[in-house]
T-cell receptor, first 112, second 116 residues
């Protein structure tokens, strides 16, 4: 049930771009993206509800391919503040209820 | 709004002792979630409530774990007896509803539990 994220870790220099992928073996209702900084709680970034939908948040955007059961998070011109662990959460139907399950996370390190 | 409030922030206890973690969700939110986070297993959903009713407790590890939500503004997660492998950060989160666009979850600061 747990979605698979790739890569597990990324190291970038400030200003570089990154892509984080999330794939599920189940048909999805939605995909959620959260960021967690070290020692803090996860913080919501965005939610994608429809197949092929793209959303953006500052220089962070995401796409959701409902047919392929995949989502990607795009970070452009990365800033130091983008460092942290990114989690995708995939929402699917199980026993009549919608359930959100988080992936293992992708650790992003931005160096000056 | 003050956000989701968890207490205590840190708990150190000895094996065999009872541990109670507390959570106050955001006012007006109808869904409440308990998660456990470890390096090995990541962020695991333990149980969630809708309108104070437990909906899915399939993530609760074993009978030593129990959760209650006596009213809309308070929930507890209890471990009795505690074991060293229960050491983790426990997060509580709340959302307007448990599915779709209204399932944006707001996390509390977490309780770091150490069982010696």
């Amino acid at each position: 049930q747990q979605p698979v994220q790739s890569p597990q870790a990324v190291i970038l220099r400030e200003g570089e771009d990154a892509v984080i992928n999330c794939s599920s073996s189940k048909a999805l209702y939605s995909v959620h993206w959260y960021r967690q900084k070290h020692g803090e709680a996860p913080v919501f970034l965005m939610i994608l509800l429809k197949g092929g939908e793209q959303k953006g948040h500052e220089k962070i955007s995401a796409s959701f391919n409902e047919k392929k059961q995949q989502s990607s998070l795009y970070l452009t011109a990365s800033q130091l503040s983008y460092s942290g662990t990114y989690f995708c959460g995939t929402e699917f139907l199980i026993q009549g209820a919608q359930k959100l399950v988080f992936g293992q996370g992708t650790r992003l390190t931005i160096n000056p | 709004d003050a956000g989701v409030i968890q207490s205590p922030r840190h708990e150190v206890t000895e094996m065999g002792q009872e541990v109670t973690l507390r959570c106050k969700p955001i006012s007006g939110h109808n869904s409440l979630f308990w998660y456990r986070q470890t390096m090995m297993r990541g962020l695991e959903l333990l149980i969630y409530f809708n309108n104070n009713v437990p909906i899915d407790d399939s993530g609760m590890p074993e009978d030593r774990f129990s959760a209650k939500m006596p009213n809309a503004s308070f929930s507890t997660l209890k471990i009795q007896p505690s074991e060293p492998r229960d050491s983790a950060v426990y997060f509580c989160a709340s959302s307007l509803e448990s599915g779709g666009a209204k399932n944006i979850q707001y996390f509390g600061a977490g309780t770091r539990l150490s069982v010696l």
